[in-house]
Every structure is written in C-alpha cells, then in structure tokens.
C-alpha cells in the first residue's frame, strides 16, 4: 500500500534551520510530483512547495521563496524540505503529499516543526 512516512522537525530557534525527510514506498515515487503542504496553529492548510517527478522544476509559495529548498532523491523514494532562516511564523505541522497541482491523493502523517526562542 502507499505510505508516506516522514521524519525531522522539532524545536528550533529563529533564524534556525531544519530539515524534513518523506520516504514513500507503495508506488513508483518517480512517476510523482510531490508536495509538501503545512498549518500553521489555528491556521487552514498552506501549500510551501512542489517539486516534478524529476526534481528539476520546484515551485514555492512566496511566504517561504529563498529560505526553503524542496528536493527528491528517487533512488532512495525521498522526499525533502531543507528550511532555513526559520521564523515564529513557520510554526507549524508540516505534511508531504503525493501530487502536484491542487490534487494530493495519499498524505504523510505529518510532522511537528516548532521556532520559538
């Protein structure tokens, strides 16, 4: 079956940086464009970055542009968010999802990133 299992996040301090790791199995991860999506605390769902099934076009959402990077190793069916220069306001639960676009069909369990000083 497809499962996304994801790993990384915690606390981390303002100006910090932390990375998130999705590791897919179930499906041909490189037939895929993936995307990560977060929410923030009281927050609706807030799409961060898309990457296509061969990691060469990512796309980002302008609150995160130049501080994130998304990659994928489809060798290892791997999904990743390197963020840097974090702030209170990328608090929040992060989540991998599997597409592109606006259509997401199987999503990871998510993970907890916290900025507080």
């Known amino acids: 079956q497809v499962q996304l299992v994801q790993s990384g996040g915690g606390l981390v301090q303002p100006g910090g940086s932390l990375k998130l790791s999705c590791a897919a199995s179930g499906f041909a991860f490189n037939t895929y464009a993936m995307t990560w999506v977060r929410q923030g605390p009281g927050k609706g769902l807030e799409w961060v970055a898309s990457l296509n099934r061969g990691g060469s076009r990512p796309n980002y959402a302008d609150a995160v542009k130049g501080r994130y990077t998304i990659s994928r190793d489809n060798a290892k069916d791997t999904l990743y968010l390197q963020m840097s220069s974090l702030s209170v306001d990328d608090t929040g639960m992060y989540f991998c999802?599997?597409?592109?676009?606006?259509?997401?069909?199987?999503w990871g369990q998510g993970t907890q990133v916290i900025v507080s000083s």
């Open positions: 999802a599997r597409g592109g676009g606006d259509e997401y069909d199987y």
